[in-house]
């Protein structure tokens, strides 16, 4: 099996994919993933219609950046024309691929007929699928789940629709919508979907370790996987994975003094795309799980601790104090000591990319 992904006329050049996750998936968070190894990491959902209306949140969903090596837009709706629309706008602002979500569980998304409601509607998902294609060059995709329920598993019969409209892979979350998250996601049943189309089929659902990536490969047969809330605190994550995919070696994961660089990095990218208050406020989950993934032991309790608690202690380490101090203050919103310039923060090399990428979509609109 080659370790590489031929999408339409994209080669990706990686089996490990990065979902498309709203509120994690930004800008900032694609760009340090794909330096970190990343071969493909989605945009968050990105709804059409709202796009072509350029609603500022909407469009900064579907920002994209000079250090990608790869941009993905995955668009979210349920009206033919606006997925054309913003299949026309992803390809003009720079998208390599253009995904489509058929797989969100989400009762505001599903209530609007859109994402995994889209499995209970099969017309209408062929006449997105149609759309959609028909409006780009770009290779589009489509990601689903298994179908809406146990009684009505349709992924296969859609995968061959969407083989035969010109779609150039599929991504199979092994959930039914009824399932959201619960239960196990299961890996066998995306065999059939590989079954059924010669397009490449992604696996995807709970597969965080090296072995769990192999089995989902073993048992759905799929092409390549695809990692959702594996990568929370871990944006190596798919780099780490694939190299354990070719060498059967896992990668070593970044110590201490790598993660808290990567941690500043993270920060000043955010407060750099977002602006200080709302850059602070979207990094803050991302810390959360920076801190949960910490090198060491679990923390027990995240009430701060007297000093003395620390003194002698076996079961905290100095790193551990260390990564909370830093969490404390930023929790706190105490950031004056962090962004003072001069600081470790801003030697932390900025990527390029942040200033262009708003004006990139803003000039797709208008040179539409
Ligand atoms: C916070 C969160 C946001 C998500 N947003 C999206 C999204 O915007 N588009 C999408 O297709 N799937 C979305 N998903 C689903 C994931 O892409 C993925 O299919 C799912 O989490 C299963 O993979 P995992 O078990 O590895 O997390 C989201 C999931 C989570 C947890």
Known sequence: MTNRLQIGDVCVPGRVLMAPMTGVTDLP?????????AAYV???????????????DVVRRAAVGEGLPLTVIQLVGRDPAAMAEG????????????????????????????GSALMRTPDLARRIMEAAVGATTRPVTVKMRLGWDDDSRNA??????????????????GRTRKQFYTGQADWGAVAEVKAAVAVPVIVNGDIVTADQAREALDRSGADGLMLGRGVYGRPWLAAHLERALIDGVAMEEPGPQARLAIVLEHLRASVAFYGLPLGLRMFRKHLGWYVEQAPGRPIRNTAVKPRQEFAGSRRRRPSRRLWRSFGDQIWRGSTTPLLKPGHDLWTVPLHDGYASS???????????
Do not use: Q, Y
Not at 42 to 56: G, H
Not at 162 to 169: C, L, N
Not at 358 to 368: E, P, T
């Open 42 to 56: 989605a945009t968050e959902m990105v709804a059409a219609r709202e796009l072509a209306r350029a609603r500022p």
């Open 156 to 173: 296969a019969e859609l995968a061959r629709s969407a083989e035969a409209i010109g779609v150039k892979a599929v991504t199979v979350h």
């Open 358 to 368: 708003f004006g990139r979509l803003a000039r797709s609109r208008v040179g539409r």
């Open 87 to 114: 299949a026309r706008m992803a390809e003009a602002a720079g998208a390599d691929i253009v995904d489509l979500n058929f797989g969100c569980p989400a009762k505001e998304v599903t209530g609007a007929a859109a």
């Open 29 to 37: 968070f694609r760009l340090l993933a794909s330096r970190l190894g």
